[in-house]
């Protein structure tokens, strides 16, 4: 099993690279963001505690008796009048030794309760800023000074103000919320951006793919199309390489061609020479004959290797297409010109148009030719071709009214060279050819009982894809 298919996938690869920075980026954001919020909320919070506690000491003085006095009607904030309501103010007397006196003058809002802070060394002036509990238990945010004033000389004041927390805390909790919310719809929408990109990214090579199909099944030659910049040097290249493979397989099958007739021409000078040799009374016979048999082999042999080295040549070079129809009606037609002494009824109405083989017509041709040429010498009135194809296959049939073959001879009928009936011409070549250009495609040659009465071959071959 592969756990890690993005190791082998460029999707795969885009995709988790993108997530993983997307993920991380939305979370420092957020951590960020709501920090950045937080500290600031707080930071108003403790200034507006500022302001308050600003004005609570513009208020303080001190009356005839020497003792603190705090006008509240000058207080502009009414909460410092409601009872529990959050805000509140106290002033603790310091004396010389240290000792305090907590809750020397209170905020009505705190009733008869008092704020109870820890020691604490303050300057003249200057600002502490604590966390503490409120009469009823809230988290409350306290700001204090200390300052000098009254009789005896010296005698030190701690004022301070504060304010619950709960309500800073909760808009905070909120934005925290709103924050996550709104990040985790932003991060869909980028990942549905992500997918997107990839997918639009990616997509040419999908129409790569097409189009390697495509000259894969021999619907094209070469790779068609329109392609990104960064990927058209890979096109030119591949089909820089079909193009010489295309050379390559053309000047082979041309110099086969070339040693072929070659050998073909000296060939013939014997055989004609050979025969009328055998015309001659004085003449050698047996010579003649001994050299029209060895010229015949030897154009067998041409015309076996001949046919086996074109179709391993072409054996899956990419475009190749041939038409059925075409090829079959043709050979019939040269058939029944060859045989039209013994009046043959050729049929051909069931070879459709759109059945294509994905091989050279030359091929296809030699096949068909050898199958149609042996039905006709062994047919007594009546020759059938047909075909069909599904799924890449392509099937022909070509049968005959003949006397067939029986089942324990037609795996010797497909060897090289084996003649089962010695009355009739041939080189016993043909059905072996044919079986063995179908094995070079991919295909089986399968002889059977036709319909008809004789003998039905069974061609399959590979079709073009749709």
């Not at 756990?3 to 993920?23: D, I, K, M, N, Q």
């Not at 007397?93 to 000792?99: I, L, P």
């Not at 200390?146 to 030190?156: H, M, S």
């Not at 929408?189 to 099944?217: M, W």
């Amino acid at each position: 099993m592969n756990w890690f298919p993005w190791r082998h996938s460029l999707r795969w690869r885009l995709l988790g690279a993108t997530l993983a920075g997307l993920v991380l980026a939305l979370l420092l954001a957020g951590v960020w963001l709501s920090g950045l919020f937080r500290t600031h909320v707080l930071h108003q919070f403790e200034a507006t505690l500022t302001q308050q506690l600003e004005q609570l000491t513009a208020q303080l003085d001190i009356d005839a008796t020497g003792q603190p006095v705090i006008d509240a009607r000058a207080l502009s904030d009414p909460r410092w009048q409601k009872p529990y309501s959050g805000l509140y103010w106290q002033l603790d007397r310091v004396s010389a030794d240290g000792q305090t006196r907590v809750g020397a003058l209170r905020s009505r809002s705190l009733w008869d309760s008092s704020l109870a802070l820890q020691a604490d060394a303050l300057a003249d002036g200057a600002l502490h800023t604590h966390e503490g509990r409120g009469p009823q238990g809230e988290l409350l945010l306290i700001r204090e000074r200390t300052v000098g004033l009254g009789e005896p000389a010296g005698a030190r004041w701690r004022l301070m103000v504060a304010a619950d927390t709960r309500d800073t805390l909760l808009a905070v909790a909120e934005f925290r919320g709103i924050l996550t919310a709104s990040l985790l719809v932003l991060g869909t929408l980028l990942v549905l951006a992500a997918l997107a990109q990839v997918a639009v990214g990616l997509a040419p090579l999908r129409a790569l793919q097409r189009a390697l199909g495509r000259v894969r099944e021999g619907q094209e030659a070469r790779l068609q199309g329109r392609f990104p910049a960064e990927v058209q040097p890979l096109i030119d290249d591949f089909n820089g390489v079909l193009d010489r493979n295309a050379e390559v397989v053309a000047r082979a099958r041309t110099q086969a061609g070339n040693l072929a007739h070659a050998i073909k021409t000296p060939l013939a000078v014997l055989g004609q020479a050979a025969a009328q040799s055998l015309r001659q009374p004085q003449s050698d016979h047996q010579l003649a004959g001994l050299v029209q048999e060895q010229v015949d082999t030897a154009r067998r042999q041409v015309d076996w290797h001949l046919a086996r080295s074109r179709a391993a040549a072409a054996h899956r070079l990419p475009g190749q297409r041939t038409a059925v129809a075409p090829v079959a009606t043709g050979l019939v037609r040269v058939m029944q010109r060859v045989h039209a002494a013994r009046s043959i009824d050729m049929d051909t109405t069931n070879l459709p148009e759109a059945l294509a083989f994905a091989g050279e017509t030359q091929d296809l041709q030699d096949m068909l030719g050898n199958l149609i040429d042996n039905a006709c010498k062994w047919a007594l009135s009546a020759v059938r071709v047909s075909a069909s194809g599904a799924a890449g296959v392509l099937n022909v049939w070509v049968e005959d009214d003949g006397p067939g073959i029986d089942d324990t001879a037609r795996a010797t009928a497909l060897a090289r060279g084996t003649r089962l009936d010695e009355s009739v011409p041939g080189s016993g070549l043909g059905l072996a050819i044919v079986d063995e250009l179908a094995h070079l495609y991919g295909g089986k040659l399968r002889l059977g009982t036709s319909a008809l009465g004789g003998l039905r071959a069974e061609l399959s071959l590979p079709a073009p894809q749709a």
